[in-house]
């Protein structure tokens, strides 16, 4: 079978359900270890490394992130935070099957409630796809809040 | 009694699990035994190891061979190894076959639930069942095909009840497991202590009850080296053996005895339990040493017994001290201006709670104490050109800090003195030469001074001169720019900043010195990171060192357990992420002996001696630059120097170590913005910064695992505190009779002397521009 753009738009969809659906374990094995999942503090923020990112995690942190929305004694989640993911329709941006490499840029609006507390983020995800063993994994992503230099409260689960 | 083995065959059966065999030496019949029977094997320096018994033919009754199947823990420590070091031939001692896991004997079905090695119990239990011709389910669950031990000799004998789960394929799927069973089914589980907290919360839920789920952990042991089993008698007469890899609260739980634990690692202090007789072997950290000494008392989640038996009143709940009468009194009455009723929110040993919820409290700290002390506003790297300017707040004063054509910095009142209209509103910029204002173009230059007014003719004749509108933009009682660190204080009267930070500024110098050029540069705009709770509450958790191990178990604890269990290997460098997180879960000695330091006035440091920073690893390029720049002997010194958190009253905190600044800046009684800076250290690496960087977003950030704990403990306290129980927060810990906090003191780094002596700052501060003049004022 030969990857077409829709297996790429489906695919993005399929990682909001994941997310959604609160699959976390699952959503970790779409990626590639060395991948980045980024979320910049700064408008159009150039550089993770040496100013403050929201987020900047790799394979660890990831791990680690899953691991502590599963554990029991993750007193910011008794109860636990739900989120939903409404997506726009992917722009496949590069698409090389030559290469296995496939960019897309996806605006969404993403809200996550706790207790009687929801709030709304407008996001605009950009990610790196790559083919592995004929899969489609996560090579980088990037998430930019329309208001990403706005004051929030905690923000505890994956836009 | 005591059964010497001989060792007959060893099978492997997957990799790392090796099948035991074992006979009596002279070939004589063994003990019977009943399925879920395990012996305590003796393994020398690798201590005494129990190992459940595999009875694949339901040979109990009379059994001349004995098999375990043991899986090598190459991380453990040494019993596994131990056992995978017999050869067959070799003899060795175990106890008689002991059943802390005994099947139910009703008609009633059985669910078995195994996890990885932890089947080796079951296997017995199914063949017994299936012998019985009794209903039962057998889960089995493994990461992977490759890791499920006897999967092919399980299908052959238990294919109608068995069901093979694979972590990587399927996993099993508890929640259905337990719900679709049916009724009055007994639930047996062994396998890790995941799954079984796992199986006992979603069997709870389900209204199953407690008799009917059994359990039996396999746990890697926790023990030391050469913890030998001891015996424990409860309140009922009953006497359970305590086997050397298990603590007293598991072997009690297991049994269904309702003993009220926590932690599992000593340090909670719930688990506390009378000793009636014998004496305790004391491994927590929460009994003083004459508590200890006295040997009436013990943690029993994590102690142990250094006589055969300890007689322990299970059952009654442990002494607590009885919480001090409250003293309730309605302290601000009507009179909420009066020094003395501001006064009497403030003990040493408690405070109250209108210090943190009620507003006019938060109108008059507004009022007096952002007035009367030091506040920081931004650092001079923010406005590096002439007219670059930042706008900020001081309590609730909106300023703006502004580099004037005179190269100094200025701190005015964000506040046309025209119609009240904000000057600025973007939170940094460079407006040239002078402000305008948007509404009327009054412009002003940026030291403050009126420049000129369209039009101002139609003032003319108004004595227009002695309003106070001609005086421009006004200043703030007094600013101070300290190595970059700009304070002000709105005060036109009052302390000076020398004095009123005192020797406290050591651990500002500490952050300058470590820069090779002497300066620091702020690094990006900050976090900021919205808080429903009262500003004081974020104030004193940086002085807070009882709550790291316990607050952010979730992500340091386990952050720590994902290291190890990584296998990383010992010569490649520790991710830079491990060194910042991990050790927040140092233990409780460890933040007694950091220390404490307080200063006059509020300010304060936690980590004296040493800190969570101290072990953060160094390059030669950067101590080769620090070197040249101070000398050998000042390098060494600077870098000797970890302070942890340090406290500059009323709302920031800063670490030297990793150059952070966080500013928390007061926006209503139980709203707070927290504001998290990082600076680059001026002729420093740039790994330095890329730590510092990282820190931010891992500790201070609104995504932060860390930061998601603290401020859900912030936000629960400023519920709480509205309930109508006592009205005042404990702040004791540590306290002595007499404190005087104008003098400098360094105490054991658990005290909460820094919030004490915050509060009296507080009153200090609060009350000095209250009187004499507050009649006449009000």
């Avoid at chain 1, 899969?135 to 980088?140: D, Q, T």
């Avoid at chain 2, 405070?351 to 007035?371: A, P």
């Avoid at chain 2, 960087?693 to 936000?715: C, F, K, Q, W």
Wanted: aromatic share 10%; with cysteine.
């Amino acid at each position: 079978m030969t990857l077409t753009r829709d297996n790429i738009i489906d695919f993005i969809y399929d990682e909001a359900r994941m997310l959604d659906e609160g699959r976390f374990s699952e959503w970790l094995d779409l990626w590639i270890p060395e991948g980045h999942y980024w979320m910049p503090l700064d408008y159009k923020q150039k550089d993770p490394d040496l100013v403050t990112s929201l987020l900047y995690e790799d394979d660890f942190m990831r791990r680690l992130r899953v691991e502590r929305l599963n554990g029991e004694r993750t007193f910011s989640q008794k109860p636990k935070s739900r989120c939903h993911h409404v997506i726009q329709r992917p722009f496949v941006d590069e698409f090389d099957l030559d290469t296995g490499h496939f960019v897309t840029n996806t605006s969404m609006h993403y809200i996550e409630t706790r207790l009687d507390e929801q709030f709304l983020l407008a996001i605009t995800a950009t990610h790196e796809l790559k083919l592995v063993d004929g899969k489609l994994r996560i090579a980088n992503k990037r998430v930019e809040l329309l208001n990403s230099d706005a004051a929030f409260g905690n923000i505890q689960l994956l836009p | 009694m005591t059964l010497t083995l001989k060792l007959t065959a060893k099978d492997s059966v997957i990799d790392r699990i090796d099948l035991f065999t074992f006979e009596a030496i002279d070939g004589a019949s063994l003990p019977n035994y009943t399925a879920g029977a395990h012996l305590d094997f003796e393994l020398g320096a690798a201590g005494t190891r129990s190992y459940s018994l595999i009875d694949f033919e339901r040979r109990a009754g009379n059994a001349r061979q004995l098999q375990v199947a043991v899986q090598r823990e190459d991380k453990g420590d040494g019993g596994s190894k131990a056992m995978h070091a017999l050869e067959v031939g070799d003899t060795i001692e175990t106890t008689e076959p002991k059943n802390d896991f005994e099947l139910h004997s009703s008609e009633a079905p059985t669910i078995l639930i195994a996890g990885g090695i932890g089947v080796t119990p079951i296997i017995s239990f199914a063949a017994e069942l299936h012998a019985r011709g009794a209903r039962y389910q057998f889960h089995y669950a493994t990461r992977s095909r490759e890791n499920c031990a006897f999967a092919g000799a399980l299908t052959a004998r238990f294919a109608d009840a068995l069901t093979l789960w694979f972590d990587n394929e399927s996993q099993m799927d508890l929640q259905s497991i337990i719900a679709d069973a049916p009724s009055g089914a007994h639930f047996f589980c062994c396998g890790p202590k995941g799954m079984i907290e796992a199986v006992r919360e979603l069997a709870e839920a389900q209204g199953i009850a407690k008799d009917h789920i059994h359990f039996e952990l396999f746990a890697s042991p926790r023990g030391h080296e050469g913890d030998k089993p001891f015996e424990v008698e409860i309140a009922d007469g009953r006497v359970f053996t305590i086997p050397a890899d298990k603590t007293i609260v598991e072997v009690l739980e297991a049994k269904g005895i309702d003993a009220t634990f926590d932690c599992q690692r000593g340090d909670c202090g719930i688990c506390q339990t009378k000793v009636l007789g014998g004496i305790p072997d004391h491994r927590d950290v929460v009994l003083s040493k004459s508590e200890r000494d006295s040997g009436k008392v013990m943690q029993i989640c994590v102690s142990r017994a250094k006589s055969n038996r300890l007689k322990l009143d299970i059952g009654a709940p442990a002494s607590k001290a009885k919480t001090r009468a409250a003293e309730r009194r309605s302290t601000m009455g009507n009179n909420t201006t009066d020094a003395d009723a501001i006064r009497a929110l403030v003990q040493q040993h408690q405070v109250h709670r209108d210090t943190y919820i009620d507003k006019e409290i938060y109108e008059l700290e507004m009022k007096h104490l952002f007035s009367n002390t030091w506040v920081f506003v931004g650092h001079d790297s923010q406005t590096l050109t002439q007219g670059d300017y930042i706008t900020t707040q001081i309590g609730n004063q909106p300023v703006i800090m502004v580099r004037h054509t005179d190269d100094q910095i200025y701190v005015l009142y964000n506040r046309c003195p025209h119609k009240g209209t904000k000057i600025a509103i973007d939170r940094s910029g460079n407006t040239g030469k002078f402000f305008r204002c948007p509404y009327h173009a009054w412009s002003f230059k940026t030291d403050g001074c009126l420049l000129a007014i369209p039009l101002k003719k139609g003032y003319a004749e108004t004595d227009f001169e002695d309003s106070e509108a001609n005086n421009g933009l006004e200043s703030v009682g007094a600013v101070k720019n300290y190595r970059g660190f700009v304070f002000a204080r709105l005060a036109k009267e009052g302390m000076s900043f020398e004095d009123y930070f005192g020797d406290a500024m050591s651990s500002f110098d500490n952050m300058v010195d470590r820069a090779p050029a002497g300066r620091l540069e702020v690094a990006g705009p900050p976090l900021r990171y919205m808080h429903q709770c009262n500003w004081k509450m974020l104030v004193d958790n940086q002085t807070d060192t009882c709550h790291p191990m316990v607050a952010h178990e979730s992500s340091a604890g386990t952050a720590v357990r994902l290291f190890e269990e990584a296998n990383w290997p010992a010569d490649k460098p520790k991710p830079m992420a491990m060194e910042i997180i991990a050790p927040f879960m140092s233990p409780y000695e460890f933040f007694e002996e950091m220390g404490i330091r307080t200063w006059p006035n509020g300010h304060g440091h936690t980590g004296v001696h040493h800190s969570i920073h101290s072990d953060y690893s160094q390059d030669p390029e950067y101590w080769n630059a620090l070197v040249e720049a101070y000398g050998e002997e000042k390098a060494a010194k600077t870098l000797g120097e970890n302070r942890h958190n340090t406290v500059y009253w009323p709302n920031i905190m800063i670490k030297g170590p990793v150059q952070q600044l966080r500013n928390f800046i007061p926006l209503g009684p139980d709203k707070t913005l927290v504001e998290s800076y990082i600076y680059r250290l001026v002729g420093a690496p740039d790994y330095l910064l890329q730590r510092t960087a990282m820190y931010n977003r891992l500790i201070n950030a609104p995504t932060s695992m860390v930061g998601h704990d603290d401020l859900e403990m912030y936000e629960r306290a400023q519920e709480g505190l509205h309930a109508q129980s006592t009205e005042w927060i404990n702040i004791q810990r540590l306290h002595t009779e007499e404190e005087d906090y104008d003098e400098i003191a360094v105490e054991n780094g658990t005290t909460e002397r820094q919030m004490r002596n915050q509060m009296n700052a507080w009153v200090k501060f609060m009350t000095m521009s209250m009187e004499p003049e507050t009649e006449a004022a009000e």
